[in-house]
């Protein structure tokens, strides 16, 4: 029987919670070298105390994020793949990633369209809504349930269980720039590392 994607979120997050972390996403499917499961994880959040009148969007930190570390994948990995193993939810070989979300961050939860207000994203539905089932435009937040995103000027309200897949859109210029700016630091550091450098995976531990 294939496990189903609340039967692996409800097995997983557990997991990533006792780690401190968030779960943001599963993604399970067959690819051309077999099945994968990747395991998206990030530091929790909540909103400051000083949010409160704040511009829309200053309390997101896409643009200067807290990584998760090589070891808190690692951690994660071992967890997760033990509790699989004894589960059998997945019953054939598969490969297991444990990474960050990446700048163009899957959005599923309340939480995640709230953190990213005044982002820009796109939003897919599974069925029509207003008209239509793509919507590309900034985040206005969350209100009883319906994601708000500004459509070239037009609000549109969006149930949030409507969402069949939703992500970040990054400023790739925004993004240039902090790169390069970065680079210039490393230059003028002698070419010392930069600090909380993103790993990207755990290194996809395979299982039989």
């Given amino acids: 029987m294939k496990a189903s994607f609340t039967d692996l979120w409800n097995l997983i997050e557990p997991y990533v919670r006792d780690a401190g972390l968030d779960l943001v996403e599963l993604e399970f499917g067959r690819e051309p070298e077999g099945f994968v499961l990747r395991v998206f994880i990030d530091h929790k959040?909540?909103?400051?105390?000083?949010?409160?009148?704040?511009?829309?969007?200053?309390?997101?930190?896409?643009?200067?994020?807290?990584?998760?570390?090589h070891e808190e994948c690692e951690r994660t990995s071992r967890d997760v793949s033990a509790a699989l193993d004894v589960s059998q939810l997945i019953t054939h070989a598969y490969r297991l990633e444990v990474s960050s979300p990446g700048i163009e961050r899957p959005l599923r939860r309340e939480v995640d369209f709230q953190r990213f207000t005044?982002?820009?994203?796109?939003?897919?539905?599974?069925?029509?809504?207003?008209?239509?089932?793509?919507?590309?435009?900034?985040l206005q937040g969350v209100s009883d349930g319906t994601v708000l995103i500004n459509c070239d000027g037009v609000e549109c309200r969006v149930p949030l269980a409507a969402v069949a897949k939703a992500h970040l859109v990054p400023d790739w210029a925004e993004e240039?720039?902090?790169?390069?700016?970065?680079?210039?630091?490393?230059?003028?550091?002698?070419?010392?590392?930069?600090?909380?450098a993103k790993p990207m995976e755990n290194g996809g531990a395979p299982h039989e």
């Fill in 176 to 196: 240039f720039r902090k790169s390069e700016a970065k680079s210039q630091q490393r230059r003028e550091a002698g070419g010392k590392p930069a600090e909380n």
């Fill in 45 to 69: 959040w909540s909103p400051g105390p000083s949010l409160p009148g704040a511009p829309a969007g200053t309390e997101s930190d896409l643009f200067e994020p807290k990584y998760v570390g």
């Fill in 118 to 138: 005044g982002q820009r994203a796109k939003i897919r539905t599974h069925q029509m809504v207003e008209g239509r089932r793509n919507f590309s435009g900034t």
